[in-house]
Antibody, heavy 118, light 105 residues
Framework: EVKLLESGGGLVQPGGSLRLSCVAS????????MGWVRQAPGKGLEWASA???????NYGDSVNGRFTISRDNSKNTMYLQMDSLKVEDTAIYYC????????????WGQGVPVTVSS | VMTQSPATLSVSPGERATLSCRAS??????LGWYQQKPGQAPRLLIY???TRATDVPARFSGSGSGTDFTLTISSLQSEDFAVYYC?????????FGGGTKVEIK
């Protein structure tokens, strides 16, 4: 059974930083792309970032230059370093597994809340 | 850009629901559909335009090609009332449609 467990969310002031983690189990981690998808309160899904099995990153326009995605295949863990946070980054952040290297998101974590507010 | 219509669909249980998704350029077969219920994470329903994901009931079907896609729920059950999103994974940035809320009529 695939399991994805996010942690690291919380309340932070504008301009601050947070680091999210996602620990994965139940599949061969180093064979699958991974990503972060966020959902602002009452809004739809927004892709934030993804990382290939080998660690190559990609970012959505709204987070590019402020967020850094990475993974440690020896620990079956993915990270999202979020810097220069803005109020509009407030959302539930979902860790998601891709089908293979570049398919759809076929498994999702339960999500971790991030609130950016003064 | 992925555009979904309608934003809200009111359907009676047992009726058919047809949801649309349009891409601004061809995404080939790299198109998926997700279901999200309140307070829950999204769930993959359909990938590759028309392939049902694991444990997805046969009443869900996907069709289309290139830029125009459809998710059909043949006979709505109570557990199907939710928000549905399409997503292209053909190119960066990955993009989701704005969603269609299927509500009870």
């Amino acid at each position: 059974e695939v399991k994805l467990l996010e942690s690291g969310g919380g309340l932070v002031q504008p301009g601050g930083s947070l680091r999210l983690s996602c620990v994965a189990s139940g599949f061969i981690f180093n064979k699958c792309g991974m990503g972060w998808v966020r959902q602002a309160p009452g809004k739809g899904l927004e892709w934030a970032s993804a990382v290939s099995p080998g660690g190559s990153p990609n970012y959505g326009d709204s987070v590019n230059g402020r967020f850094t995605i990475s993974r440690d295949n020896s620990k079956n863990t993915m990270y999202l370093q979020m810097d220069s946070l803005k109020v509009e980054d407030t959302a539930i952040y979902y860790c998601a597994k891709r089908s293979g290297a570049g398919g759809p998101f076929d498994s999702w974590g339960q999500g971790v809340p991030v609130t950016v507010s003064s | 850009v992925m555009t979904q219509s309608p934003a809200t669909l009111s359907v009676s249980p047992g009726e058919r629901a047809t949801l649309s998704c349009r891409a601004s350029q061809s995404v080939f077969s790299n198109l998926g559909w997700y279901q999200q219920k309140p307070g829950q994470a999204p769930r993959l329903l359909i990938y590759g335009i028309s392939t049902r994901a694991t444990d997805v009931p046969a009443r869900f079907s996907g069709s289309g090609s290139g830029t125009d896609f459809t998710l059909t729920i043949s006979s709505l059950q109570s557990e199907d009332f939710a928000v549905y999103y399409c997503q292209q994974y053909n190119d960066w940035p990955l993009t989701f449609g704005g969603g269609t809320k299927v509500e009870i009529k």
